[in-house]
């Protein structure tokens, strides 16, 4: 069923779509939001209980501060790029959709790590630890959704993650590792690690070590941005040390 002009207007009490600042509705079989283009100034959405399976109108929705999706046909978290772009919005309920799957820690890491300004997950207060364990846990959604039917809702989010390490066998992969080692080792002004460095690890083994080592720089240059020039020196201190202790280990294994 798709939400009309007219509904709107009635259930908001509204003279003007323009005008509208709160809608309710609730349980009353949505399928079609695209109303949603035409509410610029929304500040608050409960659409819990309906067949809404397509976010892309809210992203017009601008104002948007609250919005409750419980019980809805969601199967991608892919979905959550459409909200990426929403500045104020501090509270989501998300939960009992397709795209939450059967890991809630990962589910929850990955809504927080691409909407980090939320303030409220399914009724839940999220706190600073969960936004710093995000960037570890969950999952980057830097696409829309493919629009194909998944039996598991995190197929979808996970592709862009995993598509370098399918698709790159052998050698290929090792390169890229490589590469992709080399360009973040660049932003701290390190040298780069020589190709003779990884040839004595498998393809799958390498592109594991990859993952884990790349989820935790991606943390440490994230929150270095948080840091002041007193926090960027102890940081600095730290590595200075690490890598002596590394190139003296080096120096005696030779």
Excluded at 42 to 57: A, R
Excluded at 151 to 175: D, F, H, I, Q, R
Excluded at 183 to 211: A, G, L, Q
């Amino acid at each position: 069923m798709r939400l009309s002009r007219a509904a709107v207007l009635r259930q908001a009490k509204a003279a003007s779509l323009v005008g509208v600042r709160r809608l309710n509705c609730w349980g009353s079989h949505l399928t079609d939001i695209s109303i949603c283009r035409d509410l610029p100034n929304i500040e608050v959405i409960t659409f819990s209980v309906n067949g809404i399976s397509d976010l892309e109108p809210l992203t017009q929705c601008q104002n948007l501060s609250e919005l409750y999706l419980r019980k809805n046909n969601i199967t991608s978290l892919n979905e959550l790029f459409y909200l990426k772009g929403l500045p104020r919005l501090r509270v989501l309920w998300l939960a009992e959709n397709p795209c939450c799957g059967q890991d809630p820690h990962r589910y929850r890491m990955t809504v927080l790590r691409n909407l980090p300004g939320l303030q409220k997950l399914d009724n839940q207060a999220v706190t600073e630890e969960e936004l710093s364990q995000a960037l570890v846990d969950g999952v980057e959604i830097t696409a829309p959704p493919a629009w194909r039917n998944v039996e598991n809702g995190w197929a979808e989010a996970m592709e862009s993650s995993a598509a370098g390490s399918t698709a790159e066998p052998g050698s290929e992969l090792l390169s890229s590792n490589l590469e992709e080692t080399n360009k973040i080792r660049e932003e701290f002004d390190m040298k780069p690690v020589p190709r003779d460095k990884y040839s004595s690890f498998s393809p799958r083994e390498t592109d594991c070590n990859r993952k884990k080592r790349n989820n935790v720089l991606n943390a440490i240059l994230l929150l270095m941005k948080e840091l002041d020039v007193e926090g960027l020196e102890i940081i600095q201190q730290t590595v200075v040390r690490r890598l002596q202790a590394f190139q003296k280990k080096e120096l005696q294994e030779e």
